[in-house]
């Protein structure tokens, strides 16, 4: 009997090994993929694990079924899902948290001067474009595409992350609220750019439709309402993401400055900031 968790499932490379139908199975579904040994793993580990699938595709049982999933989640986190290929290793999934770290501690934590507002919102475009680059399929967006793309995300979100800013240093807001608005405006610009990416490279399917299936997948027409409607649901998940990785963060440091031990130690301070973005990013 194959347990709900999927520890004794039986390996297939057809299937997931958890039921993505239940939030648990989705979950570690995606732990999995973004485990950050993975990041640091080798081209020694990734040829091992493609030997192993070899052998079982060629009917082979020198491995046991938990070797085997492991082995595919390994190449599914660092290898392009289509080609096959090796990903630059700061594209893959398993970089997801190493990577985005960095620059949400940079969103999050640093001064908001004008250099440091485009800095770390220019970084973080950059490598947004550069994971979708790596990770487009054969039939996505051309490089043209994602280049412009590219170039509009990184000016919507440094030109609100500095107007933003500067707009709160000039107002007469109370010095709390100005505060809690300030650690707003990341998460703004990040999610605003957000939208209008994904409304720039998506913006036909509001006019032209997309295409309608039937219950057994045969194409049976066009749909503008849907097609407006699957815009809209996007962009809400457009904005609903930065949530837990760059807002919340950002609110539970303003929490903890009225504790002294975490103002007035700098290395205490330092490490619960580091910790409580890893942990966010981590969690969402």
């Given at each position: 009997m194959v347990a709900s968790d999927g520890s004794s499932k039986p390996f297939t490379l057809d299937e997931p090994r958890y039921d993505l139908t239940k939030f648990t199975g989705r979950l570690r579904h995606f732990l999995?993929?973004?485990?950050?040994?993975?990041?640091?793993?080798?081209?020694?580990?990734?040829?091992?694990?493609?030997?192993?699938?070899?052998?079982?595709?060629?009917?082979?049982?020198?491995?046991?079924?938990?070797?085997?999933?492991?082995?595919r989640t390994l190449l599914d986190a660092t290898h392009h899902p289509v080609t096959g290929e090796a990903l630059p290793f700061m594209f893959t999934m398993a970089a997801f948290v190493p990577m985005n770290v960095p620059t949400a501690c940079g969103m999050i934590l640093a001064k908001p001067t004008i250099f440091n507002n485009v800095l770390w919102q220019w970084l973080n475009q950059s490598f947004?474009?550069?994971?979708?680059?790596?990770?487009?399929?054969?039939s996505s967006s051309s490089t043209n595409e994602?280049?412009?793309?590219?170039?509009?995300?990184?000016?919507?979100?440094?030109?609100?992350?500095?107007?933003?800013?500067?707009?709160?240093?000039?107002?007469?807001?109370?010095?709390?609220?100005?505060?809690?608005?300030?650690v707003c405006v990341p998460f703004t610009a990040v999610a605003s750019a957000g939208v209008f990416n994904m409304f720039l490279m998506r913006r036909k399917e509001a006019v032209d439709g997309v295409k309608v299936l039937d219950a057994n997948g045969n194409e049976v027409g066009t749909s503008v309402a849907a097609g407006k409607k699957a815009l809209f649901q996007t962009g809400i998940t457009r904005v609903m993401l930065p949530i837990p990785s760059i807002l919340l963060p950002g609110l539970v440091m303003q929490a903890l400055k009225k504790y002294p031990s975490f103002q007035n130690n700098k290395v205490i301070r330092t490490a619960t900031e580091v910790a409580v973005v890893t942990a966010c990013i981590w969690g969402a």
């Open positions: 999995g993929l973004v485990n950050p040994t993975y990041f640091v793993s080798t081209s020694k580990q990734h040829q091992d694990a493609k030997d192993k699938l070899a052998n079982f595709k060629a009917g082979g049982k020198k491995f046991t079924d938990d070797e085997l999933w492991k082995a947004n474009a550069g994971f979708n680059y790596a990770n487009r399929s054969g994602l280049a412009k793309a590219y170039l509009a995300a990184t000016g919507v979100s440094c030109g609100l992350a500095v107007g933003l800013s500067e707009a709160l240093k000039r107002s007469t807001l109370k010095p709390a609220v100005r505060t809690i608005a300030q």
